[in-house]
């Protein structure tokens, strides 16, 4: 053992990695332990979605577990310490009441493979850093692209979410049309001359990473064409191919659409068949925002509201959003490899160019990044441990709790629902008692109240200009009952406002 001055506790260094000696594996047991039953009570004692407490209230409780010295504390002691401060006074999103966001309950075996992951380490950039994990990898990419019905030659990568494959997407999509059009390798020699003429097409409810990637791309916002949307939400077929044809007429470049698959608000599906076959006719690519509606690749009842999906160029499907991952868990799919070429960046210390001779698959040639997680795990563990079927079932639930709530606040009578048939398991609405119009305000302090209280955790969003309340039901446990409990909730909460005067 080594005792010198400068490197003095040795024995204590070994205590804080899992390594194969008998004292990190004794360490891990102990301290594993220790963090389990923490969780436990604290999930034990969660009785609400949120505690409630103001952000002033929080940052007090933080001020003295942010105190850090050069001596240690016991892992016991800081577990104490944080447990209410940080664990309780967390959002918590696994409870039947919390509805605000597209932030999943995330499963056990989900959970319980971050732990393998960190432990484990991998890094997915090259074959040398993960050599199973690649192929782990590889193989849920040939699953994925299986369910969506790609063809053989389709690939992918995981990502950290859907901003990221929303990106990956455009990049390729800018990249290839500027190689056919023009063959201009932009790569290596910057964006071409005509740049400034590109346009990209999507719904005006598209997510914002759509225009935040195209504007990192160098295209500008500008280039950025919102298309109306029907009254389901959807973006307008029609208006797409109108919007196309002014654009060649004024001289400019359409050269990608981005078709949503479950709007983050609405839940709403843009026709993608149409668009499939116009884009095809156009040499357009077609890049699928599938991050929230791709849960559907896996459920008994509602695959069909897919159809079309299988003619994309590229998609993003997020398993952090409706497939019940820890964050950060997603994918990007793309109907044909060659593609890639276009990322892949030879670093002699990495990817060396001999290792693809040698056939040695590094997975940086496929993704913008380079250390990356190896969170195809989590998704390999949970599809073994639940099976497609039951993750299926779960998916389909809260579509159907989704309807009940859509029902349950038109019979009411008091709301108003802006999706009266929801489309996936998101209910957009408002509370519109007699004599309360405009509404906006009272469901603004409608919501902060429940959210202030943690009764209820909704989200709010805005429906022409006017503050609407919206339920996102990603929680299979979340039953009618809780929802018919939050609506209660809403209804008490709205009469107090009006009682006590506040608005209007
Ligand atoms: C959530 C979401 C995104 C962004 O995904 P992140 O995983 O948060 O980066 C993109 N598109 C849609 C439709 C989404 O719902």
Same mark, same amino acid.
């Given at each position: 053992?080594?005792?010198?001055? @400068? ?79 940080? =664990? ?128 990192? =791309? ?13 009254? @389901? ?41 149409? =668009? ?21 690749? =896996? ?5 069909? @509201? ?199």
């Amino acid at each position: 053992m080594v005792t010198s001055a @400068k490197t003095s506790k040795p024995n204590l260094f070994d205590l804080f990695f899992l390594q194969q000696g008998e004292e990190g594996v004794q360490s891990f047991c102990t301290q594993a332990e220790i963090v389990v039953h923490t969780l436990a009570r604290v999930f034990k004692e969660v009785d609400q979605p949120f505690e409630g407490l103001t952000v002033e209230e929080i940052k007090q409780q933080l001020r003295p577990v942010m105190d850090i010295h050069e001596e240690a504390q016991s892992l016991y002691e800081v577990m104490k310490e944080i447990e209410g401060p940080i =664990l309780k006074n967390s959002l918590h999103v696994s409870h039947e009441r919390s509805m605000a966001h597209l932030h999943c309950p995330p499963v056990l075996p989900g959970v319980l493979a971050e732990l393998m992951i960190g432990a484990l380490n991998q890094s997915m950039d090259s074959w040398d850093q993960s050599p199973s994990a690649t192929y782990v990898e590889e193989e849920l990419i040939r699953y994925w692209t299986q369910l969506v019905q790609f063809p053989e030659g389709s690939d992918g990568v995981f990502t950290s979410g859907g901003t990221q494959s929303n990106y990956m997407g455009l990049l390729l999509a800018r990249d290839a049309y500027c190689l056919t059009q023009w063959n201009h390798h932009v790569p290596t020699n910057g964006l071409p001359e005509d740049f400034r003429k590109m346009r990209v097409l999507c719904s005006e409810e598209a997510h914002f990473s759509v225009k935040k990637s195209i504007s990192q =791309l160098g295209l500008g916002e500008q280039a950025v064409i919102p298309v109306p949307v029907d009254e @389901k939400h959807r973006m307008d077929f029609k208006e797409v191919c109108r919007i196309v044809e002014q654009l060649e007429g004024e001289g400019l470049f359409p050269f990608a659409v981005v078709a949503t698959c479950g709007t983050t608000d609405f839940g709403s599906i843009d026709p993608l068949p149409n =668009l499939a076959d116009f884009c095809k006719k156009k040499g357009l690519w077609l890049h699928v925002d599938a991050a929230y509606g791709g849960g559907l690749l =896996l459920s008994n009842e509602h695959r069909d @509201k897919l159809e079309g999906l299988e003619h994309a160029d590229s998609m993003t499907l997020d398993f952090h959003k409706w497939l019940f991952q820890p964050i950060s868990c997603g994918v990007f799919l793309l109907q044909d490899r060659k593609h890639l070429g276009l990322l892949s960046h030879h670093a002699d210390y990495l990817n060396p160019l001999e290792d693809e001779e040698d056939g040695i698959l590094n997975l940086v040639n496929k993704s913008v990044q380079t250390t990356r997680r190896f969170d195809a795990l989590k998704v390999l563990l949970t599809l073994k441990t639940m099976g497609t079927g039951l993750l299926g079932s779960m998916i389909d639930r809260t579509v159907e709790v989704a309807q009940y709530a859509a029902h349950e606040l038109e019979r009411r009578g008091c709301f108003h629902v802006e999706n009266a048939s929801p489309e996936l398991s998101t209910v957009v609405f408002q509370y519109r008692p007699a004599g309360h119009h405009p509404a906006g305000e009272l469901n603004r302090n409608i919501q902060q109240k429940l959210f202030r209280e943690g009764r209820a955790v909704l989200a709010k969003t805005s429906v022409d200009g006017e503050t609407y309340l919206k339920f996102t039901l990603l929680n299979p446990r979340t039953s009618e009952g809780d929802v018919s409990r939050v609506i209660d909730e809403i209804e008490n909460t709205a009469y107090e406002q009006i009682k006590g005067g506040t608005p209007h």
